[in-house]
Antibody, heavy 121, light 107 residues
Framework: QVQLVQSGAEVKPPGASVKVSCKAS????????VSWVRQAPGQGLEWMGW????????NYAQKFQGRVTISTDTSTSTAYLELRSLTSDDAAMYYC??????????????WGQGTLVTVSS | EIVLTQSPGTLSLSPGARATLSCRAS???????LAWYQKKPGQAPRLLIF???GRANGTPDRFSGSGSGTDFTLTISRLDPEDFAVYYC????????FGQGTKVEIK
């Protein structure tokens, strides 16, 4: 069955970087895309960007341009989200989300379990 | 960047009632690429509707989506106790922005 398993919780000081992983199984990783969504405490969902795994093409939300990198390792079917220059506003639950190769949401929808990122000195 | 505005912010209804949630876009959404998600605390978002009106796998038929262009609606025909949650719309025709959410609470 399709699974997206994310890495564990992270605690980072302000100004640091964090890299969250999302290991996929049960489907052809290279024939899909992966998007990343976060939710800060008490706030709504926020789309950060996505990658088309086969081509490596990425698209980032304007808000995160220059501070985020989404990448993949097809040999391990793993997607990564790296966020740099962390501030307290980046404290949130981060989710990976399978999308189609064109970045489109499809009827069989899969999400990771979430990774909690805490930003604290 | 397309901005999505959801209304109302909170909907207070009784089990069995009909819920109507609105999502309005700042510009027309390509191919009606509009999804609706249900979000509960401690859980990942759950896709309900994609392509404005297509039910995702496993979505009960009391959930329906409609609309096109810039105005979209999620309707829950009869609220089940498990339906009380926060609902988000997302457009994925141009990047992937979310609305701010509508909380459906028990009256």
């Amino acid at each position: 069955q399709v699974q997206l398993v994310q890495s564990g919780a992270e605690v980072k000081p302000p100004g640091a970087s964090v890299k969250v992983s999302c290991k996929a199984s049960g489907y052809a990783f290279s024939y899909h895309g992966v998007s990343w969504v976060r939710q800060a405490p008490g706030q709504g969902l926020e789309w950060m960007g996505w990658i088309s795994v086969g081509s490596g093409n990425t698209n980032y939300a304007q808000k995160f341009q220059g501070r985020v990198t989404i990448s993949t390792d097809t040999s391990t079917s793993t997607a990564y989200l790296e966020l740099r220059s962390l501030t307290s506003d980046d404290a949130a639950m981060y989710y990976c989300h399978r999308v189609t190769i064109f970045g489109v949401v499809s009827d069989f929808d899969y999400w990771g379990q979430g990774t909690l990122v805490t930003v604290s000195s | 960047e397309i901005v999505l505005t959801q209304s109302p912010g909170t909907l207070s209804l009784s089990p069995g009632a009909r819920a109507t949630l609105s999502c309005r876009a700042s510009q027309s959404i390509t191919n009606n690429y509009l999804a609706w998600y249900q979000k509960k605390p401690g859980q990942a978002p759950r896709l309900l509707i994609f392509g404005a009106s297509g039910r995702a796998n496993g979505t009960p038929d009391r959930f329906s989506g409609s609309g096109s262009g810039t105005d979209f609606t999620l309707t829950i025909s009869r609220l089940d106790p498990e339906d009380f949650a926060v609902y988000y719309c997302q457009q994925y025709g141009s990047s992937g922005t979310f609305g701010q959410g509508t909380k459906v609470e028990i009256k």
